[in-house]
């Protein structure tokens, strides 16, 4: 693949459609991935995608709902809502410590679920995948469990410039704890991070390098598989946040082969309040339970505890048997439609969006590396971004604006917010051009004003 062709090739409205526009553009999900409708999949349709979601038939301001917000959170196939339905309804009950029917029941849908995401990343074994409310909780789990086993005075952390603060904050308390120092990839103007300037961080006190592996604020897709490579060959462990790349591409831990993946269920069209680490099982093995209580337990008396193996050990109380279920759901949603199918047509309207959107008169476009996905950050001079997403509001489309969590790599950029539209598959060329047509107009009247 070569490296940095321009992301905003010129294309024009009628090159829409299913001959995909600006193909020449170099996006990760363009290498190697069978044709739509190749396999077992159907060919790719968005319109009976978008018959799955309801919320998409919502009207905001007398305007049918546009949801350019995927990047905070994804909207819910009816297999989902239905699924989580019926297990209320059918299956409701406290799992494995019962010998009723009920209590087999949810222990089967729940570590069912735990199946359904073993395959979905390539993991090894069920037991390595543990249910958290989210990567924030995964991340923090890490950091605590591991961290404070493993991280002392004097000790490096290496974080890149473009993570979300969930893979920022829990790192610094760890630092500031231990004595430890947080360390930094920078990134070049495109937003990608610079390889080079992270194998001079990397020395016989690193003990963790925890990266994103899709940028939520500029969609910058980073070359984890390398970054976890250099970072095992210092003797480093390494941990990937998935959040912004579980929905978009297809993910294997074995191939990434970091020590820890983590994402969280609301990204990926499944429930908020579940998440997922998956850890090497002799990592996981090696780290003391992050929380105590029930069901992470084998024995207690009041002198000593012996604790479940994994995953229990991790899994402290009652988890939230009904939305893990729901993630399950999510996760066989997905796997029909085909996540080769989802990331090409995704690519395709990517190319189209950050074109239409870059050819707008003071438009900036914030995030330009040859490798992307689903998020289109730009600025509109003369306008305050939460201006523009209030204009955007009153036409029924949904932005997010503000600092997305990710201050650090913003103020890399010059700016302290941007207008985010992020996509998703059931999104459409329509909704790419009623999103430019605002910003069109608004650039319009501010510069004759």
Known sequence: ??????LTPTLSPEGRGSQAPGRDAQFYFVDAVPQAGSGQHPPFDVHAVRRDFSVLQE????????????????HKPQSVIDRIAYFYAHENSNIHRAAHEL?????????GARERV????????????????????????VAKS?????????????????????NIVPWQQLAAAKGAKLRVIPVDDSGQVLLDEYRKLLNDRTKIVAVTQVSNALGTVVPVKEIVALAHRAGAKALVDGAQSISHMRVDVQDIGADFFVFSGHKVFGPTGIGVVWGKREVLEDMPPWQGGGNM???????????QPIPNKFEAGTGNIADAVGLGAAIDYVNKIG???????????????????????????????ADKASVMSFVLNGYTTEEVGHALNDEGIAVRTGHHCAQPILRRFGVETTVRPSLAFYNTFDEIDRLVAVVRRLAGQRRAG
Do not use: C
């Not at 693949?1 to 321009?6: D, N």
């Not at 337990?297 to 604790?307: L, R, S, Y």
């Open 1 to 6: 693949r070569s490296a940095g062709q321009p």
């Open 59 to 74: 009207r905001v301001n007398g305007k049918q709902l546009v949801w350019f917000d995927n990047a905070a959170t994804t």
């Open 103 to 111: 209590a087999a029941r949810a222990t089967d849908a729940y570590e």
């Open 118 to 141: 073993r395959l979905f990343l390539n993991a090894p074994e069920a037991e390595e995948v543990i249910f958290v409310r989210g990567t924030t909780e995964a991340i923090n789990l």
């Open 146 to 166: 591991w961290g404070g086993q493993h991280v002392g005075e004097g000790d490096e952390i290496i974080v890149s410039n473009l993570e979300h603060h969930a």
């Open 297 to 307: 337990i084998a024995d207690v008396t009041f002198e000593k505890t012996v604790f």
């Open 339 to 369: 996540i080769e199918n989802i990331a090409r047509y995704e690519h395709d309207l990517l190319v189209y969006g950050m074109a239409r959107l870059g050819a707008i008169p003071g438009v900036r476009l914030i995030g330009t590396a």
